[in-house]
């Protein structure tokens, strides 16, 4: 159990500031100011700001990741996808719409908080696993006892120590009576 939609919303949103990255990168080795061009009234923007995109990006998306693989920790990863989209304002971040994605999926995950599952109880074979592990509950408590059958009780005679059954009245093997 993890943050699903803040963590898809999260990747979006770093996909789309690591692609405005990559694009200024891309930018400063070409003659035309093509991604100058999609953001109006912005000037061309220098190369070392393209690289900085990159890394905001990749660094977004690694930290979406962590919503995935330490769900427990969702909180953090949120406010941290949060700090570093609003790094990335200064240079509109993924085209601007990349960052508003970013910060809203790292606000779903500062805040999401995880269904409530009842935690088993002490004895019970789910005692202390993982609340999300499927666990057979078929049988819990103490092992049930072994079948009684009639006439397996048994009795040592008192005169020769053999096991006779305890139903009958002489000893089967020496034929001494019961005392
Ligand atoms: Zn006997």
Redesign the pocket.
């Known amino acids: 159990m993890y943050p699903a939609t803040a963590y898809a919303v999260a990747l979006v949103g770093g996909g789309l500031i690591l692609a405005e990255g990559l694009a200024v990168v891309a930018e400063a080795f070409s003659s035309t100011p093509w991604v100058s061009r999609v953001l109006p009234g912005a000037n061309r923007f220098p190369f070392a700001l393209g690289a900085v995109g990159v890394v905001l990006g990749l660094a977004i998306l690694a930290t979406a990741s962590r919503l995935k693989s330490h769900p427990a920790s969702s909180r953090m990863s949120g406010v941290l996808i949060i700090g570093i989209s609003l790094v990335s304002v200064p240079f509109g971040g993924g085209f601007f719409l990349g960052l508003l994605i970013a910060v809203i999926g790292g606000i779903l995950a500062a805040t999401w908080n995880p269904r409530v599952v009842p935690q088993p109880a002490y004895g019970h074979p789910a005692y202390g696993l993982p609340l999300d592990q499927p666990v057979a509950t078929t049988q819990w408590g103490p092992p049930a006892a072994p079948p009684f059958r009639l006439g397996s009780a048994r009795r040592v ?1 008192s ?4 096991l ?1 059954r305890a139903t009958s009245p002489t ?1 089967e ?4 009576s019961r005392s």
Request: proline residues 0%; glycine residues 18%; hydrophobic residues 20%.
């Open positions: 005679c005169t020769c120590g053999s006779n000893c093997m020496c034929g001494a």
